[in-house]
């Protein structure tokens, strides 16, 4: 079964610095990997995906990821923090391989605190 | 271009009770996933419908029902309603030959009291 994990429960860092939200995944073949992000009583709004090709994936609002087959991780990062990035943001995967590319499983969620 | 809609936001219900949700998909979109998710939680797949049918289903009791119309809008339903239940349920739209890249709706908050 396909199973997501995001350790951090909540991410803290000050406007202008770097930031990294970590996920690592367990999927049977070869995975896709989404990135969400969650304001307060919205629905989920799509950042960026990994379905094949290049490792490192651009998204949106200046975020990316990395996926590293090796460590079965998929890290959203952004160079410079804003306070307007503060919100929930979610991992999923799904496994293509056994024809559930659309079941997508979620992580629990990790929580951006962007600061002055 | 409209997006993923999603009716009522809000909604009360007794245990026991039957509830019904409706999501009408993005324009151009066929195929329409149901989420829930429960508070602090992420989000899980429910099942998802495309031409009218269920075409796969998560880990959820017969008591959560679907259906599909031919306009690609959706209804979910849950009978016999349990405190459990209480939830934000996701809609997300797809078309089916890129069926991963899921567009969500707002969500219909469920409180069963």
């Known amino acids: 079964a396909q199973s997501v994990a995001q350790p951090e429960d909540q991410v803290n860092v000050a406007e202008g610095n770097p930031l990294t939200v970590k996920c690592t995944y367990s999927v049977s073949g070869n995975p896709y990997l989404f990135w969400y992000v969650q304001y307060p009583n919205r629905g989920l709004q799509f950042l960026l995906k990994y379905i094949t090709g290049d490792n490192l994936v651009k998204g949106s609002y200046g975020f990316e990821a990395e996926f590293n087959k090796s460590q079965t991780s998929f890290h959203l990062k952004k160079p410079s923090a804003l306070v307007s990035d503060s919100a929930l943001y979610f991992c999923?995967?799904?496994?293509?391989?056994?024809?559930?590319?659309?079941?997508?499983?979620f992580g629990t969620g990790t929580r951006l605190q962007v600061t002055l | 271009d409209a997006g993923v809609t999603q009716s009522p936001t809000h909604l009360i219900k007794t245990r026991g009770q039957q509830v019904t949700l409706r999501c009408s998909p993005k324009?151009?979109?066929?195929?329409v996933s149901w989420y829930q998710q429960a508070l602090g939680q992420g989000p899980q797949f429910i099942f998802q419908y495309y031409e009218e049918e269920e075409r796969q289903r998560g880990n959820f009791p017969d008591r959560f029902s679907g259906h599909q119309f031919p306009n690609y809008s959706s209804e979910l339903n849950v009978n016999a309603l349990l405190l459990g239940d209480s939830a934000l349920y996701l809609c997300?739209?797809?078309?089916?030959?890129?069926?991963?890249?899921?567009?969500f709706g707002p969500g219909t908050r469920l409180t069963v009291t």
């Open positions: 997300a739209s797809s078309i089916r030959d890129r069926d991963y890249e899921q567009y």
């Open positions: 999923a995967v799904s496994d293509p391989i056994t024809g559930t590319a659309s079941k997508l499983t």
């Open positions: 324009s151009g979109h066929d195929t």
